[in-house]
């Protein structure tokens, strides 16, 4: 899949995508383009930001500089494009992000994330160039970016061959595999570590034991674990 995500500071993303797993995802035909917001700035001076109307503190992201960049590097209308691909707005109140957002975002072939900075956007920009808006959580961050990693990290790892082994993204906690329960316990060597032993059933060979034994962990920890959504 093909992600472009619009953001101030696209150095960000030079370490992130040197990360295993999201440069195997590139290695496998996938792209993940920065966009610099403030080379497509119509104002002088960079400028990208503007102070609220109607007072208050911080800046607020303009709508022409976000029309701008959109415009220049997809060289169609905004508003159209909106309409034709998942054009996502990274702020605090948007859907919040989980398990079934990142498969729905896996399934697409091109999508598109813009980076809210200062006190956000202009609410034209949510309003008329994003067809949806998205939040990792009930907490501010301070810009976009390390959330736009956080969705990154979440779709990639889906798609094929990010992952050494197919089958562990598919199996983990929350995956459909489960039925959307929580993932059962995981051991590895040593068998036992200051007295405290792996569960015999792993160590028996017994395939169908094994299988039977990680479901019921998997039921007991949905069960006690606090409502996703
Ligand atoms: Cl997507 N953006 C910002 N600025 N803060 C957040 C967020 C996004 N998700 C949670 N907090």
């Known amino acids: 899949m093909n992600i472009d995500i619009f953001t101030l500071f696209p150095e960000w993303f030079e370490w992130f995508v040197s990360q295993r797993h999201v440069a195997n995802a590139i290695a496998s ?8 917001v403030r080379e497509h700035t119509p104002l002088s001076g960079g400028q990208v930001d503007d102070s609220p109307y109607g007072g208050g503190a911080g800046m607020v992201l303009r709508v022409d500089v976000i029309g701008a960049a959109l415009q220049a590097h997809y ?3 905004p508003v159209a494009l909106a309409h034709r691909r998942r054009v996502i707005a990274l702020t605090p109140g948007g859907r919040l992000f989980d398990e079934r957002f990142a498969s729905e975002l896996a399934g697409e072939r091109d999508i598109t994330l813009l980076c809210g900075r200062y006190e956000g956007f202009d609410e034209r920009i949510i309003e008329h160039f994003a067809s949806e808006t998205l939040s990792i959580g009930r907490y501010v961050l301070s810009g976009g970016e390390l959330a736009a990693m956080v969705v990154c990290d979440a779709v990639l790892r889906k798609l094929p ?3 050494g082994d197919e089958s562990s993204a598919s199996e983990e906690s929350f995956s459909e595999a489960l039925c959307g329960a929580p993932e059962y316990p995981q051991y590895t060597r040593p068998a036992e570590y200051r007295g405290w032993r792996v569960p015999e059933v792993l160590l028996s060979g017994h395939h169908d034991r ?3 034994w990680r479901a019921e962990r998997s039921e007991e920890r949905r069960a006690s674990a606090p409502r996703l959504s």
Not at 29 to 36: A, E, F, P, V, Y
């Open 29 to 36: 035909g996938s792209t993940l383009n920065c966009i610099d």
């Open 75 to 77: 060289r169609t209308d």
């Open 161 to 163: 061959g990010a992952l």
């Open 210 to 212: 094994i299988r039977r």
